[in-house]
């Protein structure tokens, strides 16, 4: 079945800090991959996505790459500012079924000035 | 442009109530998918409609339901509520129902405690 995996925070980094937060997938064939960001009392919000393998989704300054070999897509940014507090989902959409997708147990990154 | 509006934003109920979540989606979008978050938790699927019919259903029992109406907005109904299901429900729409995060949108929410 569909799966996501992605490390556990929270993750603290002073402010521009290089940013890591790994994410792993299952699933049958090659599903599209999504990042989405969740500020305090708020919806997801779409960070960025890729769509194939070996695309580059890239948003704000927040890069991750769809790898195939390795099922995974960690996202990465160079410079962290305190205002990219949040929590950060990895998600995957159903190869049957577009419109579902999965999740990870997110990742919450609290930036220090 | 309106987003996907979602009401109440928060309520609470008492266990063995009945509740129901009400989505307008972006207009145009034809699509309304429901998640259940549960804090500290990823948001999980539990319904998708798009023109009216179910399309995909999550592994929720059947005291979850949904529908969708002829301007395309959604209900969702939560019979005899358990102290678990408690959570952010959000919705979602999007324009096409087979296009791969095609303005797939998400809303802000309704928090449902259950006490």
């Known amino acids: 079945g569909n799966s996501v995996t992605q490390m556990e925070g929270p993750v603290t980094l002073s402010e521009e800090a290089f940013l890591t937060i790994n994410c792993t997938y299952t699933?049958?064939?090659?599903?599209?991959l999504f990042w989405y960001v969740q500020y305090p009392g708020e919806g997801l919000q779409l960070l960025l996505k890729?769509?194939?393998?070996?695309d580059k989704g890239s948003n704000k300054g927040f890069e991750a790459t769809y790898r195939k070999e390795t099922t995974s897509f960690h996202l990465e940014k160079g410079s962290v500012q305190v205002s990219d507090s949040a929590v950060y989902f990895c998600?995957?959409?159903?190869?049957?079924?577009?419109?579902?997708?999965?999740f990870g147990s997110g990742t919450k990154l609290n930036v220090k000035p | 442009d309106a987003g996907v509006t979602q009401s109440p934003t928060h309520l609470i109920k008492t266990r063995g109530q009945q509740v129901t979540l009400r989505c307008s989606p972006i207009?145009?979008?034809?699509?309304v998918s429901w998640y259940q978050q549960v804090l500290g938790q990823g948001p999980q699927f539990i319904f998708q409609?798009?023109?009216?019919?179910?399309?995909g259903r999550g592994n929720f029992p059947d005291r979850f339901s949904a529908r969708q109406f002829p301007n395309y907005s959604s209900e969702l109904n939560v019979n005899a509520l358990l102290l678990g299901d408690s959570a952010l429900y959000l919705c979602?729409?999007?324009?096409?129902?087979?296009?791969?995060?095609?303005?797939?949108?998400f809303g802000s929410g309704t928090r449902l405690t259950v006490v």
């Open positions: 699933a049958t064939g090659y599903p599209s």
């Open positions: 890729a769509t194939k393998a070996d």
């Open positions: 409609y798009y023109e009216k019919e179910e399309r």
């Open positions: 207009s145009g979008h034809k699509s």
């Open positions: 998600a995957l959409s159903d190869l049957y079924n577009f419109n579902k997708f999965y």
């Open positions: 979602a729409s999007s324009y096409l129902r087979d296009k791969v995060g095609y303005g797939y949108t």
